[in-house]
Every structure is written in structure tokens, then in C-alpha cells.
């Protein structure tokens, strides 16, 4: 990647405001505080913040380093995580399991559950797109969006019909939303994150392959079929997850690595990926922050705030190229 | 040690896009000799995008075997030994419009590339030499959005070399040239031929540059085969416009 | 006469007059005798044409349900409505009063006062002020404001909810980090089940020594406003039996 001055500059800013992030919230805590081990300020940065804050990183830095990749593999600019229908399925899915065995959304079971779904929806979509000659990419983003809409429909139907209660309500699929996790669990998100950054980046030569089509790909040794299907099941696996955790929450997956793009001009499917992930989660932490500081106590759902500032962003990218 | 004489060939090849119908009524045969430019000419409609994929190993071959240099069947080939014997340039070469001609370029060895995507210094200098060579250096910071298309038809072309095969399949590629363009295109490909010594195999309609720069013609009708043999055969023995419908 | 709410149903039935119910929405689910009637719709557009077929005198509606869609249909047709406005606790019986001798003409009014006098009596007890909040959900962390018919009741019984008033939202999102910085006295929780676990752990980890009281709502009756949750909120909060004079004829 061009590691030109500008590069840096902004690299530097996102960082640091990254960095910065968990002083700010419902109330601002003063530097200093923090050394002060027994204050309030200290338990609240320590306790609440910083593992919202590892939360924020890794579920932003999924989303937008999938959108890159989604982006890639579909062929398809405008795609980004949620297109293919996955998110729905999840959210009927836990609803349901709410609805008749009151088990919540974000308890281990419905965690591990929602992968579950989300391994066997990719599959699915898979299946219905393959051909004779393969799988065709066309079709895979036509299914996707085929399911998602029917999958959409019923959730809204069931949410319209149920207790308000019931599934966290209709707020979270609609807009998401980020809990207050323990250390534990944000730190086990932010690994995994991590890990599936690597594995993207393990592929990403073979997603360099793909910008030159399926027969040139194939014949510099690729598999563009492999490639795809791998892809898409290990990131629809995670995807599932996150969505359990804080349901879906818009635009992240889209904007970023269009932005990144337009910004560092990144040359390979690597850079764009690494640099999605950084951006991604500083725009959901920014964006968190943001949801929790404009009108304390009252919290935004976070979905409203990234696509408040990320469809403006949208149409500002469009309209520069 | 034998010397081998073709460096593609075709045995009793039935081409088939939905695994049942033929595209022909009649087997294709063919043999392209070495050090030879090949022509693959026909009416659209005939097929010829169809035999290009099968002869890059996607599955449209019905029956019959194709094999490159006379000993390397393409549908027992590992899909890892493809890029040191074929090379391609489709008929629409996608690409990334926001990135700089030698990140272009450097796609071209991909496979050898480790995951870090680090390059040799000596696949950075052949790339550099290249450039200079085919007088495409001013070119190497531009973004691919931004040459022009004949400018662009150029390095797609030169991916495809610098991949480093022995074969060079090229679909219809001077479709959208100039004149000019097409002269340069053709010369270049010429030079491929001659002097870096590589096979080729190119669709086209451009029947002058067809009769200037190739040595070998293959012609689909309809039927399967219309004509294989030397290009002056094809020019000379009013073949060309009896394939064409000239006649 | 029609009913397009549940909280309405559980009234009309409380003051003696479900018999006279032609239809109800999706939900009725209380009294029991409730579900025996027929139903004209889900809960916020019942079926104009199952209205007008019940041939009902009246319309009962309910201002707290945004049902403007369902009264513009109505209007057209010579049907009477009477809306419910059931936001707080005395109001639920000037409500209850007016609805009385608004449909039936009637002055049967020592019910009522019975009922409010039984609610004067359980204010013996109170609350001194104490700060409280009631949690709805945690993920998302949804607590009720001041404008809850809950929050209101419990303000009866001398509570201060922190959620100020100028939080004009019957259930505001709330910043857990907020709560946990200015813990109330009391928390409520309605039917969260296993969530209020993890809310209990962590608060009573935040103030070993200030921890709030922690009561739990069941959805029965305190999820909607109605007399059962009045009735029942004395003996939830101060653990005392509830009081016979609330005994409603069936």
C-alpha cells in the first residue's frame, strides 16, 4: 500500500481518535481519573467502557472488512454483509426461539444457535445458485436478496404480532444495538474478529484473482468457486454471530471500504481488507460514542447514527468519482 | 528426444454449454502447429468462444480430448500447472479502475506470490523492463481507469505475458481498437510470437491482420470445422469468403 | 359494544359490564372471560367491516394506542366511540367514571368509589421518596418514563422515578453506564426473566453496599394498565397481602 504522507496522516487521526474513544460516553472522564484506582470514573472506564470499546472494534471490523470482501466476490459494489439475506434468517430464528422457549437473543445458546443458522443459510444460498458449470455469482446475490426479502417479511410479520418485549423488540433487528458486554465475551468477539481478518487475508491473493474474472483467475491456478464458497461459509458463520449479538446495524459493511478506497487507493485485496477493519472499527466505536454522548442519558440505537453519518458519506463517495 | 509439433490440439471435440446438446453436428478436429500464430475465425455463432473455454478447461467439452504440446490433456490438468502453460485475455477483461498499472501488472504472478504478496526484485525488474520495452513506461503510475482503452488493451496484454506461459489465448482482442490500434496490437503480437517465443492463438474478425500476422487458420461454420490449414491457403483459395458468407 | 384493546376489555369487565362486549382485538386476554369473545382484529387495526357487522352501539377505543387510521375509517358511519385514556392511576377511575355515565347513563357510581376509597387506603404505607426505576429490557437497556401508567402508579406510593420528567417518551433507550453511576433505591423489572440476572449480579457488584432493592413485576398484571395492577402494586412493593376491599365482582 502507498505509504504516502497523506496515508499516514489519516491513519494516524483515525488511531488516535480510536484510542480516545473510551473517555467519552455519558459523561466524559478527565485523564487523570484514571489513575485514581478506586474512583467511580476508573471502575466505569475499566468495567463498562473498554469492552464496549473491544466490542465496537471487532464488530465494526467484521462488518466492513466483509463488505470489502462481499464487494469482491459478488462482483457487486453496492454489497455488503446483510445482502445475502443471512442477518434475516438469524433474527427470524432468535426471534422464534424467544417467542416459544423464552430463551433470549444474547444468551450462549441462541449465540451459538444463530451460527448455526448462518453456516447452513450460506450453504443454502450456495446450493440454489450452483449450476452444471459451477456456481454462478449472478444468482448468488439474486438468491440472497430473494431470501433476505421473504426472511425480512416474516420477521416483520412476527415482530408486528409479539409482545414488545419478546426478542429485545423490534429496535434491535431494525436499528441494532450494542450492549454492555463483560470483558470476557468482548474479548472473545475481538479475537475471532481477528482471526477471520487473518483467514480473509489468507484469501485475499485468490479475491486479487477474482478482480480479473473467473477464466483469468483459473488460469493463473485459482478456483474461483472454492474461493467464493469458502468465503462465504466461514464469514456467514461470524456474521451470524455478531448479528446474535447486536443485530444488524446498517450500512457499516457498505460505506467503509468505499471510503477506504477512495482515500488510500488501496492496490491489493489485502490493504483493503486491513485498512476496512481499522476504519470499520473506528466508525462503529466513533459512531457508539457518538449514540451514547449527544443526549445523556438517553442512548441512540446505533444503527440510526452510522447510517445518519454513513449515507451522507455514501453520496459524498459516489459523487467524487 | 521427439520433437513435438503442435502446440494445441484437438481430438474428436464435441463443444456443449448445458452438458447435453452439441454445438455442432460434427466432431472438431484440429492441430496447431509450434512457432506458428494461430487464427480461430467464424461467424458469431459459431462457436468460437466456446471452443476458447474449452480449450482453458472450463466444462463445456461434451466428448474428445484437447491437449496441449502434443502430452498435457487440459482436463487432467491440476488447476495449479495452468499458469506456466496458458495464458489468457478475455473479450471483456475486468479490472479495478482505482488502482495503478503496475499494481496491474503484478497480478500477473499471483501464483507465485506468497501471502504477504510480496514480490521478487526480479519479477519487479521484468516488470520494469518490460514496460520500457513495450514503450508502456509512462503508463506505470496512471490509474487502469484512467489510459485509454488501446492504451489499456496493451497492458492487459502484457499481464498476459508477463504470466510467464507458454500460450497466449487471445478472444477477439483488437474488437474495440482504432485501425491504428489494431496495427500496433497485431504487431506486438507479432513480436510475442517471434521473438519471445511464445504460442498464440487469437480470435478475431480482422481479416488483413489476420492475413498479415498469422501463419495458421482455423475456421468454424455452423457444421464444426469450415477450414484448418495455413493462412495463405485460407486467403488464397477463397475459403475466407466462402466462411464468411462472402460468396 | 365493541372494544379495540385489551386494557379496555380487562376494564369494561371489571366494572361489571363485559357481558355486553360484541367484540375484542387480538390479546384480550384478561379475564379469562375475555377470550370467550369474539374477535374483530389485531391490536391496532381492528377490522372495520367486523365493526360495523357486530352491529354495536359503541366503539370503545383507547388513547393509548395510535388507532388515528382506524377513526378515520370509523367516522363515516353513525357509530358512537368513547376513548379511554388510561395513563394513570386516578385517572383510570375518572375514566372509569365517565365511561360509566357516558354509555350507560348511569350514576352506579359507589363501585367506583369503593374502589378508589380501597386505593386511598393502601397509601398508608409509603414510599418516602425513595428513587426508582423500572426496567423494561436490557438488551436494548429500556426503562419507563414518567409518563408510563407504571411509573405513575408507583409515584403514587411516594417513589421519585429518575427518569426526569422531561423525558417526554413512555420508554426511553437508556445508557447502562448512567444507571450504573446513579443507582436508585428501587428497581423494577417487568418479566425480563433470565436477563434480570446479569442486571442483579452486576449492580450488587457495583455497590456491595448501597445495593438497590431489587422487585420483579410479572407481565400478569403489571403489564398494561388496569385496576389488577393497582390493586396489586401495594402488596408487590411493601410484601404485604393484598387488600380484600379490591375484590371485584365477577
Redesign the interface.
Same mark, same amino acid.
Given at each position: 500500500m502507498n505509504l504516502s504522507l497523506k496515508n499516514l496522516i489519516v491513519l494516524s487521526i483515525a488511531l488516535l481518535a480510536l484510542l480516545l474513544c473510551p473517555l467519552f460516553g455519558a459523561e466524559i472522564i478527565p485523564f487523570n481519573s484514571l489513575f485514581s484506582t478506586s474512583s467511580m470514573d476508573y471502575r466505569i472506564f475499566w468495567e463498562l467502557r473498554i469492552p464496549r470499546w473491544l466490542l465496537c472494534i471487532g464488530v465494526g471490523g467484521i462488518l466492513s472488512s466483509l463488505g470489502g470482501c462481499y464487494q469482491n466476490i459478488l462482483r457487486n459494489p453496492l454489497a455488503e454483509p446483510y445482502v445475502l439475506g443471512i442477518s434475516s434468517a438469524v433474527a427470524l430464528v432468535l426471534v422464534s426461539l424467544d417467542l416459544f422457549t423464552s430463551i433470549p437473543p444474547t444468551s450462549m445458546i441462541a449465540v451459538i444457535l444463530a451460527g448455526i443458522v448462518g453456516t447452513l443459510a450460506s450453504i443454502f444460498l450456495l446450493a440454489m445458485s450452483s449450476s452444471p458449470i459451477g456456481i454462478q455469482v449472478d444468482r448468488i446475490l439474486l438468491s440472497g436478496l430473494g431470501l433476505n426479502f421473504v426472511l425480512s417479511a416474516t420477521l416483520f410479520l412476527l415482530l408486528s404480532y409479539v409482545n414488545q418485549q419478546m426478542g429485545g423488540g423490534s429496535l434491535r433487528w431494525l436499528f441494532g444495538n450494542i450492549p454492555w458486554p463483560n470483558l470476557i465475551t468482548s474479548a472473545s468477539v475481538f479475537s475471532i474478529s481477528v482471526l477471520l481478518l487473518v483467514t480473509l487475508v489468507l484469501f485475499s491473493r485468490q479475491m486479487d484473482a477474482l478482480t480479473l474474472g473467473d477464466s483469468v483467475a483459473r488460469t493463473l491456478g485459482f478456483s474461483p468457486n472454492l474461493c467464493r464458497m469458502t468465503v462465504l461459509v466461514l464469514s456467514s458463520t461470524m456474521l451470524a454471530v455478531t448479528v446474535a449479538l447486536t443485530g444488524s446495524i446498517g450500512f457499516v459493511g457498505l460505506v467503509v471500504p468505499h471510503v477506504v478506497r477512495l482515500i488510500f487507493r488501496p492496490d491489493s485485496t489485502r490493504s483493503l481488507l486491513a485498512l476496512s477493519y481499522l476504519l470499520g472499527g473506528v466508525f462503529l466505536t466513533l459512531s457508539d460514542v457518538l449514540s451514547r454522548s449527544i443526549l445523556p442519558p438517553f442512548e441512540f440505537p446505533i444503527g440510526i447514527i452510522t447510517t445518519l453519518i454513513g449515507g451522507p458519506i455514501f453520496l459524498a463517495v459516489l459523487w467524487r468519482r | 528426444m521427439a520433437t513435438i509439433n503442435s502446440f494445441l490440439s484437438g481430438c474428436n471435440v464435441a463443444l456443449s454449454?448445458?452438458?447435453r446438446n452439441p454445438l455442432h453436428p460434427t466432431l472438431i478436429n484440429f492441430k496447431f502447429p509450434t512457432r506458428k500464430t494461430a487464427a480461430l475465425v467464424g461467424c458469431n455463432g459459431t462457436g468460437k468462444t466456446t471452443l476458447i473455454?474449452a480449450i482453458?478447461?472450463? *466444462?463445456?467439452l461434451k466428448s474428445g480430448v484437447i491437449t496441449f504440446f502434443e502430452n498435457r490433456t487440459i482436463h487432467t490438468l491440476p488447476?495449479?500447472?495452468?499458469?506456466e502453460l496458458?495464458?489468457?485475455?478475455?473479450q471483456?477483461? *475486468?479490472?479495478?479502475s482505482?488502482?495503478?498499472v503496475r499494481?496491474f501488472l503484478?497480478?500477473a504472478f499471483?501464483?507465485t506470490?506468497s501471502?504477504?504478496?510480496r514480490l521478487s526484485s526480479a519479477q519487479t525488474d521484468t516488470i520494469s523492463y518490460y514496460l520500457h520495452r513495450w514503450r508502456l513506461a509512462s503508463l506505470e503510475k496512471h490509474?487502469m481507469g484512467r489510459i485509454s482503452s488501446g492504451e489499456r488493451q496493451k497492458i492487459f496484454l502484457l499481464?498476459a505475458f508477463l504470466?510467464g506461459?507458454k500460450c497466449l489465448v487471445l478472444d477477439e482482442p483488437t474488437n474495440h481498437l482504432d485501425p491504428y490500434g489494431k496495427s500496433e496490437f497485431w504487431a506486438l503480437i507479432e513480436k510475442l510470437n517471434h521473438d519471445d517465443r511464445i504460442e498464440i492463438l487469437v480470435t478475431s474478425h480482422d481479416l488483413d491482420h489476420i492475413q498479415k500476422h498469422s501463419q495458421w487458420v482455423l475456421a468454424l461454420d455452423k457444421q464444426g470445422v469450415a477450414f484448418e490449414g495455413s493462412t495463405r491457403d485460407f486467403f488464397d483459395s477463397n475459403q475466407s469468403k466462402k466462411v464468411f458468407g462472402l460468396l | 359494544m365493541i372494544s379495540t384493546s385489551p386494557q379496555v376489555t380487562e376494564l369494561v369487565f371489571a366494572l361489571g359490564k363485559g357481558s355486553d362486549l360484541v367484540g375484542t382485538v387480538m390479546f384480550s386476554d384478561y379475564p379469562a372471560q375475555a377470550k370467550a369473545i369474539p374477535q374483530i382484529g389485531p391490536l391496532f387495526t381492528p377490522s372495520i367491516e367486523k365493526t360495523l357487522r357486530a352491529q354495536a352501539d359503541w366503539v370503545l377505543m383507547d388513547s393509548s394506542l395510535d388507532q388515528t387510521q382506524f377513526m378515520t375509517n370509523l367516522s363515516p358511519h353513525p357509530i358512537r366511540t368513547f376513548s379511554f385514556e388510561l395513563k394513570t392511576a386516578r385517572g383510570l377511575f375518572k375514566e372509569a367514571e365517565r365511561f360509566l355515565s357516558a354509555v350507560y347513563d348511569s350514576t352506579d357510581l359507589p363501585l367506583i368509589r369503593n374502589l378508589e376509597r380501597c386505593f386511598q387506603a393502601s397509601q398508608t404505607e409509603s414510599l418516602s421518596g425513595a428513587s426508582f426505576i423500572i426496567l423494561v429490557s436490557t438488551s436494548p437497556f429500556i426503562a419507563a418514563g414518567q409518563s408510563s401508567f407504571l411509573s405513575n402508579l408507583i409515584s403514587q406510593y411516594g417513589g421519585r422515578n429518575l427518569i426526569s420528567a422531561d423525558w417526554k417518551q413512555d420508554y426511553p433507550l437508556l445508557s447502562e453506564e448512567w444507571l450504573l453511576r446513579n443507582p436508585p433505591e428501587l428497581i423494577f423489572y417487568l418479566a425480563m426473566g433470565n436477563e434480570s440476572d446479569g442486571i442483579q449480579s452486576l449492580i450488587t457488584r457495583w455497590w456491595p453496599k448501597k445495593t438497590p432493592r431489587f422487585i420483579s413485576l410479572p407481565m400478569d398484571p403489571f403489564g398494561r394498565a388496569s385496576l389488577g395492577a393497582i390493586a396489586a402494586i401495594y402488596p408487590t412493593v411493601f410484601s404485604k397481602p393484598i387488600l380484600k376491599c379490591y375484590e371485584l365482582k365477577p
Open positions: - | 454449454t448445458d452438458r473455454r482453458l478447461g472450463e *466444462p463445456v488447476q495449479k500447472e495452468f499458469p496458458v495464458a489468457y485475455l478475455p471483456e477483461q *475486468p479490472f479495478l482505482h488502482i495503478a499494481s503484478e497480478l499471483l501464483p506470490m501471502v504477504l504478496g490509474l499481464r504470466q506461459a | -
